[in-house]
T-cell receptor, first 113, second 115 residues
Framework: DQQVKQNSPSLSVQEGRISILNCDYT??????FLWYKKYPAEGPTFLIS?????DKNEDGRFTVFLNKSAKHLSLHIVPSQPGDSAVYFC????????????FGSGTRLLVRP | ETGVTQTPRHLVMGMTNKKSLKCEQH?????MYWYKQSAKKPLELMFV???????ENNSVPSRFSPECPNSSHLFLHLHTLQPEDSALYLC??????????????FGPGTRLTVL
Protein backbone atom coordinates (compact mmCIF):
# COMPACT_ATOMS: atom_id res chain seq x y z
CA ASP A 1 0.00 0.00 0.00
CA GLN A 2 1.41 3.37 -1.00
CA GLN A 3 2.25 5.61 1.95
CA VAL A 4 2.51 8.71 -0.25
CA LYS A 5 -0.16 9.27 -2.85
CA GLN A 6 -0.53 11.76 -5.64
CA ASN A 7 -4.01 11.04 -6.91
CA SER A 8 -3.90 13.34 -9.93
CA PRO A 9 -1.64 11.91 -12.64
CA SER A 10 -1.86 15.12 -14.65
CA LEU A 11 -2.83 18.78 -14.41
CA SER A 12 -3.21 21.44 -17.11
CA VAL A 13 -3.11 25.13 -16.23
CA GLN A 14 -3.09 28.39 -18.21
CA GLU A 15 0.08 30.47 -18.04
CA GLY A 16 -0.16 33.11 -15.32
CA ARG A 17 -2.69 31.16 -13.28
CA ILE A 18 -2.09 29.19 -10.10
CA SER A 19 -1.07 25.53 -10.21
CA ILE A 20 -2.00 23.43 -7.18
CA LEU A 21 -0.48 19.99 -6.85
CA ASN A 22 -1.72 17.74 -4.07
CA CYS A 23 -0.20 14.94 -2.05
CA ASP A 24 -1.64 12.73 0.70
CA TYR A 25 0.22 10.49 3.11
CA THR A 26 -0.80 7.79 5.54
CA UNK A 27 2.14 7.51 7.96
CA UNK A 28 1.75 9.87 10.92
CA UNK A 29 5.47 9.41 11.71
CA UNK A 30 6.48 11.37 8.61
CA UNK A 31 7.98 14.68 9.70
CA UNK A 32 9.78 16.02 6.64
CA PHE A 33 8.29 16.54 3.20
CA LEU A 34 9.88 17.47 -0.09
CA TRP A 35 8.80 18.33 -3.61
CA TYR A 36 10.92 17.38 -6.60
CA LYS A 37 10.53 18.42 -10.21
CA LYS A 38 11.53 16.21 -13.11
CA TYR A 39 12.01 17.12 -16.75
CA PRO A 40 12.19 14.37 -19.41
CA ALA A 41 15.63 12.75 -19.69
CA GLU A 42 16.78 14.37 -16.43
CA GLY A 43 16.83 13.24 -12.82
CA PRO A 44 14.48 14.81 -10.26
CA THR A 45 15.65 18.16 -8.89
CA PHE A 46 14.83 19.36 -5.40
CA LEU A 47 12.31 22.18 -5.36
CA ILE A 48 11.12 22.95 -1.84
CA SER A 49 10.66 21.22 1.50
CA UNK A 50 8.75 21.62 4.73
CA UNK A 51 9.23 20.30 8.23
CA UNK A 52 6.24 19.12 10.25
CA UNK A 53 6.77 21.95 12.74
CA UNK A 54 5.63 24.37 10.05
CA ASP A 55 2.44 24.61 8.03
CA LYS A 56 3.77 26.78 5.23
CA ASN A 57 7.06 27.35 3.45
CA GLU A 58 7.52 29.82 0.63
CA ASP A 59 10.29 30.21 -1.93
CA GLY A 60 9.60 32.68 -4.69
CA ARG A 61 6.71 31.45 -6.84
CA PHE A 62 6.55 28.15 -4.94
CA THR A 63 4.71 27.61 -1.67
CA VAL A 64 4.17 24.33 0.12
CA PHE A 65 1.34 23.95 2.61
CA LEU A 66 1.14 21.18 5.17
CA ASN A 67 -2.06 20.09 6.92
CA LYS A 68 -0.95 17.52 9.48
CA SER A 69 -4.41 16.68 10.76
CA ALA A 70 -5.52 15.83 7.22
CA LYS A 71 -2.15 14.27 6.32
CA HIS A 72 -2.14 16.42 3.22
CA LEU A 73 0.34 18.71 1.57
CA SER A 74 0.08 20.86 -1.50
CA LEU A 75 2.42 22.76 -3.76
CA HIS A 76 1.24 26.10 -5.13
CA ILE A 77 2.95 27.68 -8.11
CA VAL A 78 1.93 31.23 -8.88
CA PRO A 79 2.12 32.58 -11.46
CA SER A 80 2.60 29.39 -13.49
CA GLN A 81 5.02 29.58 -16.41
CA PRO A 82 5.43 27.25 -19.42
CA GLY A 83 8.89 26.30 -18.09
CA ASP A 84 7.16 24.82 -15.04
CA SER A 85 5.78 22.02 -17.23
CA ALA A 86 7.30 18.87 -15.73
CA VAL A 87 6.47 15.92 -13.50
CA TYR A 88 6.27 16.84 -9.81
CA PHE A 89 6.94 14.26 -7.12
CA CYS A 90 6.22 14.67 -3.45
CA UNK A 91 8.29 12.69 -0.97
CA UNK A 92 8.20 12.13 2.76
CA UNK A 93 10.52 10.82 5.43
CA UNK A 94 10.10 10.14 9.11
CA UNK A 95 11.90 9.50 12.37
CA UNK A 96 11.27 5.77 12.12
CA UNK A 97 13.13 5.52 8.79
CA UNK A 98 14.67 8.94 8.37
CA UNK A 99 16.89 8.18 5.45
CA UNK A 100 14.15 6.65 3.35
CA UNK A 101 12.43 9.11 1.10
CA UNK A 102 9.05 7.64 0.20
CA PHE A 103 7.93 9.05 -3.13
CA GLY A 104 4.52 9.53 -4.66
CA SER A 105 3.92 8.45 -8.24
CA GLY A 106 4.07 12.00 -9.59
CA THR A 107 1.79 14.56 -11.24
CA ARG A 108 2.51 15.77 -14.75
CA LEU A 109 1.92 19.53 -14.96
CA LEU A 110 1.35 21.22 -18.30
CA VAL A 111 1.32 25.00 -18.34
CA ARG A 112 -0.31 26.24 -21.53
CA PRO A 113 0.97 29.50 -23.07
CA GLU B 1 32.11 18.60 -13.22
CA THR B 2 29.51 19.34 -10.59
CA GLY B 3 26.51 17.61 -9.09
CA VAL B 4 25.69 13.95 -9.63
CA THR B 5 26.67 12.26 -12.87
CA GLN B 6 25.66 8.86 -14.19
CA THR B 7 27.04 6.74 -17.01
CA PRO B 8 25.92 5.39 -19.34
CA ARG B 9 22.77 7.39 -19.98
CA HIS B 10 21.25 4.59 -22.02
CA LEU B 11 21.97 0.86 -21.93
CA VAL B 12 20.51 -2.04 -23.86
CA MET B 13 21.53 -5.50 -22.71
CA GLY B 14 20.57 -9.10 -23.18
CA MET B 15 19.52 -11.32 -20.31
CA THR B 16 22.89 -13.11 -20.25
CA ASN B 17 25.03 -9.96 -20.30
CA LYS B 18 26.96 -8.43 -17.42
CA LYS B 19 27.10 -4.65 -17.26
CA SER B 20 27.69 -1.95 -14.67
CA LEU B 21 26.14 1.43 -14.01
CA LYS B 22 28.33 4.16 -12.59
CA CYS B 23 27.45 7.14 -10.42
CA GLU B 24 29.75 9.91 -9.24
CA GLN B 25 28.96 12.84 -6.99
CA HIS B 26 31.01 16.02 -6.67
CA UNK B 27 29.07 17.52 -3.77
CA UNK B 28 31.10 16.25 -0.83
CA UNK B 29 28.16 14.13 0.33
CA UNK B 30 28.45 11.08 2.52
CA UNK B 31 25.38 9.10 1.51
CA MET B 32 24.52 7.63 -1.89
CA TYR B 33 21.44 5.85 -3.15
CA TRP B 34 20.18 3.72 -6.03
CA TYR B 35 16.54 4.07 -7.07
CA LYS B 36 14.49 2.31 -9.74
CA GLN B 37 11.74 4.15 -11.57
CA SER B 38 9.37 2.04 -13.63
CA ALA B 39 6.70 3.59 -15.81
CA LYS B 40 3.87 5.22 -13.84
CA LYS B 41 5.23 3.96 -10.51
CA PRO B 42 6.82 5.80 -7.59
CA LEU B 43 10.57 5.83 -7.27
CA GLU B 44 11.63 2.64 -5.49
CA LEU B 45 14.62 2.80 -3.17
CA MET B 46 17.03 -0.07 -3.86
CA PHE B 47 20.20 0.53 -1.86
CA VAL B 48 21.62 3.09 0.56
CA UNK B 49 25.27 3.63 1.38
CA UNK B 50 26.40 5.90 4.20
CA UNK B 51 30.14 6.54 4.56
CA UNK B 52 30.75 3.66 2.11
CA UNK B 53 28.80 1.20 4.25
CA UNK B 54 25.61 -0.35 2.93
CA UNK B 55 22.81 0.54 5.32
CA GLU B 56 19.82 -0.54 3.27
CA ASN B 57 19.00 -3.29 0.84
CA ASN B 58 15.35 -2.95 0.05
CA SER B 59 14.73 -6.61 -0.80
CA VAL B 60 16.50 -6.24 -4.13
CA PRO B 61 17.17 -9.44 -6.14
CA SER B 62 20.77 -10.62 -6.12
CA ARG B 63 21.09 -10.03 -9.86
CA PHE B 64 21.64 -6.39 -8.80
CA SER B 65 24.92 -5.96 -6.92
CA PRO B 66 25.97 -2.54 -5.60
CA GLU B 67 29.51 -1.41 -4.88
CA CYS B 68 30.65 1.75 -3.12
CA PRO B 69 34.45 2.07 -3.14
CA ASN B 70 34.36 5.56 -1.64
CA SER B 71 31.87 8.27 -0.73
CA SER B 72 32.03 9.80 -4.20
CA HIS B 73 31.45 6.71 -6.34
CA LEU B 74 28.66 4.17 -6.53
CA PHE B 75 28.27 1.27 -8.94
CA LEU B 76 25.41 -1.05 -9.74
CA HIS B 77 26.57 -4.32 -11.26
CA LEU B 78 23.98 -6.11 -13.37
CA HIS B 79 23.91 -9.76 -14.41
CA THR B 80 21.29 -12.14 -15.78
CA LEU B 81 18.59 -9.47 -15.72
CA GLN B 82 15.00 -9.99 -16.75
CA PRO B 83 12.95 -7.89 -19.19
CA GLU B 84 10.89 -6.57 -16.26
CA ASP B 85 14.07 -4.96 -14.91
CA SER B 86 13.89 -2.45 -17.75
CA ALA B 87 13.49 0.93 -16.07
CA LEU B 88 15.18 4.24 -15.31
CA TYR B 89 17.86 3.77 -12.66
CA LEU B 90 18.58 6.89 -10.67
CA CYS B 91 21.48 7.60 -8.38
CA UNK B 92 21.23 10.22 -5.64
CA UNK B 93 23.42 11.60 -2.89
CA UNK B 94 22.84 13.54 0.30
CA UNK B 95 24.96 15.08 3.00
CA UNK B 96 23.70 12.60 5.55
CA UNK B 97 20.83 10.25 6.08
CA UNK B 98 18.77 11.97 8.74
CA UNK B 99 16.35 14.86 8.89
CA UNK B 100 17.28 17.98 6.94
CA UNK B 101 20.59 16.46 5.79
CA UNK B 102 18.56 13.97 3.78
CA UNK B 103 17.87 16.42 0.94
CA UNK B 104 18.82 14.20 -1.97
CA UNK B 105 20.36 15.32 -5.22
CA PHE B 106 19.71 13.11 -8.22
CA GLY B 107 21.71 12.21 -11.27
CA PRO B 108 20.11 12.16 -14.74
CA GLY B 109 19.55 8.42 -14.62
CA THR B 110 20.40 5.46 -16.83
CA ARG B 111 17.61 4.23 -19.08
CA LEU B 112 18.05 0.44 -19.07
CA THR B 113 16.39 -1.88 -21.56
CA VAL B 114 16.70 -5.64 -21.09
CA LEU B 115 15.94 -7.68 -24.18
Amino acid sequence: DQQVKQNSPSLSVQEGRISILNCDYTNSMFDYFLWYKKYPAEGPTFLISISSIKDKNEDGRFTVFLNKSAKHLSLHIVPSQPGDSAVYFCAASGVDSSYKLIFGSGTRLLVRP
Amino acid sequence: ETGVTQTPRHLVMGMTNKKSLKCEQHLGHNAMYWYKQSAKKPLELMFVYNFKEQTENNSVPSRFSPECPNSSHLFLHLHTLQPEDSALYLCASSLGTGGLSNEQFFGPGTRLTVL
